[in-house]
């Protein structure tokens, strides 16, 4: 059973963290010395989808500069407010795809938890930023029904935690998740979506770390890392841990515009990720969700700088171009 939340006396430090995210983008834009740069934002999606960034984060951008490429994935530009055909609230099929509350299958074998609809960072591209998570996500409260049907069904070798950001979970919720799905003797593997490594590296506790390398699950950690940028000391120990726990690491990144989009940009994550043991996974298109147009790249350049990349890093440092494509049986390889 996942414990019911109760109010807890003694909050984890990166709890606390968490708890002091800045959620203002007067501060946001204060503490980079921007404040001119406040005409730029849309008052209208800031109330639709607040601002949502870590310390941890903030202090990797850089001071000053307004198309910082970690900035821009939480800066709530005006662009958002244009209406763009083809970009729709659902990209990507996830209402067809629930399969009961908190669970969506689309794939063979592998089974989505929705574990939590909180994430420590909200990151302006999102293709769930519309999802209705207060009404899809009762994990908690159907978890007994969530582990029956996944005990009944024995194609299911791997469950993918996700969310929101399933690591903003306590290490108490999580290891009783874990305790649960090892008692399901077709699970064989165990993966985990999430920023927090690169955004709250405060978060990969030891407690953490334990629980994982003591399941009896393989456990696949994918963190979703856009830039270079992204990395720093705590980051780089945060991944050391959990390879050490037994993790097997995977990145994947979303192909954004004036973020990502040069084969330097892209060439350099690449090699960042090897620096921490992290092999390279998907390079998503953007999913065309309303308000992200201004991130899109075309389908032709993402190809491109693929190429590219081929010709200038180890094959193993390469990602997949991918799309995911709504009814597909599984994500789209591009290049
Ligand atoms: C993307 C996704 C997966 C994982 O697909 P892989 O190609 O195995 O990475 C699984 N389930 C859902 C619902 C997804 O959207
Ligand atoms: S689900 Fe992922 S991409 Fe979306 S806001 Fe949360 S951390 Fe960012």
């Known amino acids: 059973m996942i414990p019911q939340s109760q109010p807890c006396a003694t909050a984890a430090p990166w709890q606390q963290l968490l708890a002091e ?37 903030l202090s990797k951008m850089r001071y000053g500069d307004a198309k910082d490429p970690l900035l821009l994935q939480v800066f709530p530009l005006i662009d958002e407010a244009y209406e763009t055909e083809g970009f729709v609230a659902d990209p990507v099929g996830d209402h067809q795809a629930v399969r009961q509350a908190g669970m969506l299958q689309k794939y063979q074998g592998r089974a989505l938890l929705l574990t939590t609809g909180a994430c420590a960072i909200h990151c302006r591209y999102c293709f769930r930023r519309h999802f209705p998570y207060s009404s899809s996500n009762p994990l908690a409260s159907q978890w007994q029904q969530t582990l029956e049907t996944l005990a009944a069904d ?60 003591e399941s009896r699950l393989n456990v696949i950690l994918v963190i979703h890392a856009n830039h270079a940028n992204e990395f720093d000391e705590a980051t780089a120990q945060a991944l050391s841990a959990l390879q050490q726990a037994g993790c097997q690491l995977l990145n994947q990144t979303v192909l954004l515009r004036g973020i990502n989009d040069s084969a330097d940009a892209l060439c350099q994550l690449s090699e960042q990720l090897s620096v921490c043991g992290v092999l390279p996974y998907y390079l998503h298109l953007l999913d065309p969700v309303a308000g992200a147009s201004h991130f899109d ?38 290049a």
């Open 154 to 213: 024995s194609t299911i070798k791997e469950v993918i935690l996700s969310g929101g950001d399933p690591l903003v979970l306590s290490d108490q919720k999580l290891s009783s998740i874990i305790a649960d799905l090892s008692e399901i003797k077709h699970i064989q593997r165990l993966r985990i979506h999430s920023r927090l490594p690169l955004v709250l590296p405060e978060r990969i506790t030891e407690d953490l770390c334990r629980s994982l390398s």
């Open 21 to 57: 995210s800045i959620t203002s983008a007067e501060e946001l834009l204060q503490r980079l010395g921007l404040q001119s740069q406040l005409q730029a934002l849309d008052p209208l999606q800031l109330k639709k989808f607040p601002v949502k960034v870590t310390a941890s984060y």
């Open 297 to 334: 790249v075309p389908q032709a350049q993402g190809e491109a700088l693929i190429a590219t990349m081929r010709q200038r890093l180890s094959g193993y440092l390469v990602p997949r171009l991918v799309r995911e494509i709504a009814g597909q049986p599984s994500k789209t390889i591009m």
